[in-house]
């Protein structure tokens, strides 16, 4: 599954926002400039493949 | 999948405020200044409120006054809406509610746009407005 960002805005005023197919740190990463950009984060939850293994492009797995 | 997060919208984009007004009915009805200008009552007296964004009474309702958006110091816009426009006009929380959400969507395809992203949108049928990012 290639990695996506899915946004729903609802009519009230508030936006959440999920990342789908990253691994690890890479999801915070890429979602950052969209939370920067659109207002105040309220909330954050992490799901189980954030404490998965990154791959790294050379191939060696880095631990967390 | 590995994050959720839940943001709430803050008016700072210029642009993206003016093509979410437009969203909302007001295309070529939005006024643009460099200063803040004065904003009109009903009868076309002067308010003591300014705006840099602003939609003039006439597109705005029955026996409207201006509606204006103010560019604060931190860059943050303050909204400017009489109490008369929010009560009988309907520009009430409900409309800025529908308002940050059309300016979410148009300053998430700006930044997405930035940053390389294929943007996809759809209205779902509980009101929301779904993008999907991908590279």
Redesign the interface.
Known sequence: M???????????????????????Q???KE?Q???D??????????????Y?AEVKRDGKVKAR | MSHYSEVVIELTDEGCLVAALSRLGFKGKVEVHREAQPLYGYQGDVRAQKAHVIIRQQHVGRAANDLGFERQTDGKYRVWVSDYDQKYNKYNDAWMGRLKQAYGVEKTRAEARKKGYRVSEKKLDDGRIQLVLRR
Do not use: P, Y
């Open positions: 290639s990695a996506e960002i899915v946004l729903e805005f609802w009519e009230d005023g508030q936006v959440n926002l999920e990342g789908k197919g990253f691994k690890g890479a999801c915070f979602m400039f969209l939370k950009a659109l207002g105040v984060e309220t909330s954050s939850t992490k799901k189980q493949e954030f998965q």
